[in-house]
């Protein structure tokens, strides 16, 4: 089998231009076209991962299967591949850097002087290549934006790969910025002429130029890039600004973006017609999410509300659910720490959602806006932190345990949330963890199975007996000694790991629609293939 064909996706001018999407819509385009397409992104910062990150630095931490804490675009490139990302297709400096210094504590380099180039370069060549003959394509975006000091070893990295790999096995697609000054309503070329420049300086010339603007590109504009830019005019592909990001493959295929994809890599567009059953579900989608029958606002009141990107995938989740269901949702995004008047700021709610963090912040706000969806029967879901607070609330207000908390948060309390010992791994194995583990890489992490009771409403909304959700947390409901209390309360615990010492869904079955959650439903979501969950809220909100 022939190894995979290589795109390289950087960017240039500034950054959060959306190389991600870029790169997950590309390969959406490639798979209509029938080939089978694997994307990997590799991140230039010294952080083993974006684990232990503040969201306000990157956004959210998306999670796969197999427990890999990751940037957010693998969750771009799920929802729109459909493909499942894993640890495989995530790298950082800081992975590359401990693993090679580790190798060099035990003398495996036999003496050699450890550098960049090659022990950097060729650790980045091998994240690229992993598995390539199982692949038409590999995608990877390279991070940050050209012209980072610390994005020049991957750099050199993809340029060695041209070399080695040669022209028709390798492409390089170039996101970059096409700003419109307001006064003359100029569009102007110097920004991505600079940001090709420094890529030039590094060794690379761009195959093809992805060109961020609000407005199409004049002609006159592609003409004068591919002068100062050394590419073809056909190879100025406009990136138009969109309001509904699931627009963006259609507008590429439209902008012809894959045909010349296939063209560099020798193949006949013709040979390989993008699926019209494809084009029918992504015009579908689009419509739907576009044409909405009736608005509903759903309160999201959270910690990291500020930066929207900290809830990206609860975002696209709800996006998805709510196109299913032809309906337009209104997102109120509350700051939990910051709110002052917390019935005001929810009152407008047909829904409220609780989602996961970390640390004490907020936490008595959510505890309360919890207690006015629960009181109020407003329809609610609480997703990992959100479930254990709730049960906190449940416990404290309707069995009576005043001192009810988590000892995340407090270590004089009743300890209904607690840091488990251990736990029965996704594998079968017996994990451990404590209180004095290092923060990153201790937490239940990924894919784990969750057992449905029978006759519950969180089997009617599934309709399996058994489901597997992602998880991304450290602390777990007290079961064994306050299971009991919580069920009296007429809570039931309708979902539990298949051995049974962990709870996974709570609900109140004489509220229209309460449910909590450890696990993370909104990881799983796609486009086409709406979350269960939030469909169902979404339809108990709209009152269909």
């Known amino acids: 089998m022939n190894n995979s064909k290589l795109i390289f996706v950087t960017g240039g001018v500034m950054s959060s231009l959306g190389k991600g999407l870029a790169a997950a819509s590309l390969g959406a385009i490639l798979q209509a076209r029938g080939f089978s397409v694997c994307i990997r992104k590799f991140d230039p910062y010294l952080n083993i991962d974006p684990g232990t990150l503040s969201p ?4 959210e931490v998306f999670v796969t299967n197999d427990g890999a804490e990751s940037d957010l675009d693998l969750g771009h490139y799920e929802r729109y591949t459909g493909r499942d990302a894993c640890s495989s297709d995530y790298l950082t400096t800081g992975r590359v850097y401990s693993d090679i210094l580790s190798r060099e504590r035990k003398g495996e380099y036999l003496g050699s002087t450890v550098q960049v180039i090659p022990h950097i370069t060729d650790e980045i060549k091998r994240f690229i290549k992993k598995n390539d003959e199982d692949f038409d394509f590999i995608i990877t975006e390279v991070g940050g934006t050209v012209g980072d000091i610390e994005g020049l070893p991957a750099l050199e990295a993809v340029r060695q790969l041209r070399n080695e790999q040669g022209y028709h096995q390798t492409m390089f697609v170039h996101l970059t910025y096409i700003p419109n000054v307001f006064i003359t309503g100029e569009q102007k070329t110097k920004p991505t002429q600079h940001s090709v420049k420094a890529l030039l300086q590094a060794g690379i010339q761009p195959d093809l130029l992805l060109c961020r603007s609000s407005q199409p590109l004049h002609e006159n504009i592609k003409g004068k890039l591919a002068l100062f830019c050394n590419v073809h ?11 509904n990001i699931y627009r963006v493959p259609l507008n590429y295929s439209i902008e012809k973006f894959d045909e010349r994809v296939c063209k560099h890599f020798l193949l006949n567009p013709l040979e390989h017609k993008i699926s019209e059953n494809w084009l029918k579900k992504w015009e579908n989608l689009t419509k739907s999410i576009d044409n909405p029958t009736k608005t509903i606002n759903i309160v999201i009141f959270g910690k990291y509300v500020d930066l929207e990107d900290s809830y990206k995938s609860l975002k696209e989740a709800i996006t998805h659910a709510a196109g299913e269901n032809g309906v ?13 008047d917390i019935v ?8 409220i959602i609780v989602p996961g963090g970390f640390g004490v912040r907020g936490t008595e706000n959510m ?16 997703i990992c932190l959100g479930m254990q607070l709730a049960v906190i609330e449940i416990l404290r207000n309707v ?13 004089d309390c009743a300890k209904v949330i607690s840091l488990m010992s251990e736990w029965i791994g996704s594998c079968g194995n017996i994990e451990k963890r404590s209180k004095t583990d290092n923060i990153g890489g201790t937490m239940r992490l990924g894919e784990y199975p969750c057992k449905l009771q029978e006759g519950s409403f969180a089997k009617q909304i599934y309709g399996e007996d058994l489901i597997n959700e992602r998880h991304r947390h450290r602390y777990e409901f007290n079961l064994s000694e306050f299971g009991e209390a919580l069920e009296k309360t007429g809570t039931r615990i309708s979902g539990r790991s298949p051995d049974e010492t962990l709870t996974e869904i709570i609900e109140i079955p004489d509220h229209p629609w309460f449910v909590g959650v450890q696990f993370h439903p909104e990881f799983k979501s796609k486009p086409l293939s709406p979350h269960p969950l939030f469909c169902s809220l979404i339809r108990k909100a709209a009152k269909f």
């Open 233 to 243: 005019q056909e190879d100025v592909i406009a990136a138009l600004d969109v309001t």
């Open 399 to 411: 069995a009576g345990i005043k001192n009810a908390h988590s000892t995340e948060f407090s270590a």
């Open 367 to 382: 505890i309360k806006a919890i207690q006015y969806a629960r009181e109020k029967k407003v329809p609610f879901l609480g």
């Open 344 to 351: 005001s700021d929810i009152k407008e709610a047909d829904a």
């Open 328 to 340: 337009k949702v209104n997102i109120i995004w509350c700051n939990a720490e910051k709110s002052k």
């Open 56 to 59: 306000y630095q990157h956004g």
